[in-house]
């Protein structure tokens, strides 16, 4: 009856690489600098629609009409979430805009201090109906 034998030789030039390069395959993935930049909103024909995206994506996006905010009318009270952008295949910028539900509302102060990704939809009567705030590392450079 044969024996297998791994030889130090053997171990060190071919099995341990192997196991390495392994072990590595199955490390997660290190995101270190990671920058999303995102902008997309949406208008369907009855008025209803959504934004996503993150600041920095509609500073820095191709076309130059891009923006987002979340407003606060420090006299009136008035709240409302602004956007502009261009379509893919646009040549014009669209405007997107709503009035915060109870809801929502009760998370604007988050959205005035947001500085992450955010995503707001808005019914046909454009009343926002949903808002989403992300906070993370891949939003840092503001």
Known sequence: MKQLSFSKPLLRGVLFPGVALAVLGLAPVAWGGLQSQTVFCQKNADGSGLCYGNFVGFREDATSTSSASFREDLMTGTRSFDSWSTPPGG????????????????????????????????????????????????NTNF
């Open 91 to 138: 040549t014009s910028p669209v405007v997107y805009t709503c009035i915060p539900n109870a809801a929502v509302s009760a998370l604007w102060e988050q959205a005035l201090s947001n500085r992450g990704f955010f995503r707001v939809s808005w019914d046909a009567s454009g009343t926002c109906d949903y808002l989403r705030l992300v906070n993370s590392s891949q």
